[in-house]
C-alpha cells in the first residue's frame, strides 16, 4: 500500500464516527463537510474481517469510538482514496489501543519497527486478544495467501 501527501503540513479535523467498517477503517462526519470521512488508521494493521479476529477488532474499535466525537491527524491518502491518520478519542490514540488490546498488528515497513512495537510486544507477551493464539497470522501474510475479504462471494 503507497501513501500520498495530502498537504505538506499535517490536519486535524474533528468530528463523530459514523461507521466503523473493520478493525483499521472506519467513517468520520467531519464538521463543514456534506460527505463522511473514510480513515484508515495510521501504523497499524488489524485482522481482515473474514481472518480470526477480525469481527472481535472490528467489534473492540466500534464499542469503543461509534457516535463519538473524535480527532483526525493526516496528510496522506492511501491508494484507495482513505484519509491514513491518527485517531484520537478523548486525547487517547486509537491505534495504540487497537494494539494494546491484542485486536492489530503495527504496520511495519521496510524492517522498521512501526510506531507500537511496544505496545505490540507486550499484547503478545501477555496473550491478549489475536495473540491468545500462539499460530495468529498477520493480516498482510492472510491477504497474500486467501486474498481480501471483500473480494470473495
Same mark, same amino acid.
Given at each position: 500500500?503507497?501513501?500520498?501527501a495530502?498537504?505538506?503540513?499535517?490536519?486535524?479535523?474533528?468530528g463523530?464516527?459514523?461507521?466503523?467498517?473493520?478493525?483499521?477503517?472506519?467513517?468520520?462526519?467531519t464538521?463543514?463537510?456534506?460527505?463522511?470521512?473514510?480513515?484508515?488508521?495510521?501504523?497499524?494493521?488489524?485482522?481482515?474481517? #473474514?481472518?480470526?479476529?477480525?469481527?472481535?477488532?472490528?467489534?473492540?474499535?466500534?464499542?469503543?469510538?461509534?457516535g463519538?466525537?473524535?480527532?483526525?491527524?493526516?496528510?496522506?491518502?492511501?491508494?484507495?482514496?482513505?484519509?491514513?491518520?491518527?485517531?484520537?478519542?478523548?486525547g487517547?490514540?486509537?491505534?495504540?489501543?487497537?494494539?494494546?488490546?491484542?485486536?492489530?498488528?503495527v504496520?511495519?515497513?521496510?524492517?522498521?519497527?512501526?510506531?507500537?512495537?511496544?505496545?505490540?510486544?507486550?499484547?503478545?507477551?501477555?496473550?491478549?486478544?489475536?495473540?491468545?493464539?500462539?499460530?495468529?497470522?498477520?493480516?498482510?501474510?492472510?491477504?497474500?495467501?486467501?486474498?481480501? #475479504?471483500?473480494?470473495?462471494?
Amino acid at each position: 500500500m503507497t501513501f500520498q501527501a495530502a498537504a505538506s503540513t499535517r490536519q486535524a479535523q474533528s468530528g463523530v464516527v459514523t461507521r466503523v467498517v473493520d478493525g483499521d477503517t472506519l467513517w468520520v462526519k467531519t464538521s463543514g463537510s456534506q460527505q463522511p470521512l473514510k480513515v484508515r488508521l495510521q501504523g497499524i494493521d488489524a485482522p481482515e474481517i #473474514c481472518q480470526p479476529g477480525g469481527k472481535q477488532a472490528r467489534e473492540a474499535l466500534k464499542r469503543r469510538v461509534l457516535g463519538k466525537s473524535v480527532t483526525v491527524t493526516s496528510n496522506a491518502h492511501d491508494d484507495y482514496g482513505r484519509t491514513v491518520g491518527t485517531l484520537h478519542l478523548q486525547g487517547q490514540d486509537m491505534g495504540r489501543w487497537l494494539v494494546a488490546e491484542g485486536h492489530a498488528w503495527v504496520y511495519s515497513y521496510r524492517h522498521k519497527k512501526g510506531p507500537y512495537a511496544g505496545e505490540l510486544r507486550q499484547a503478545r507477551l501477555a496473550g491478549r486478544g489475536v495473540f491468545s493464539d500462539v499460530a495468529a497470522e498477520e493480516p498482510r501474510l492472510f491477504r497474500k495467501r486467501h486474498g481480501s #475479504c471483500h473480494l470473495r462471494p
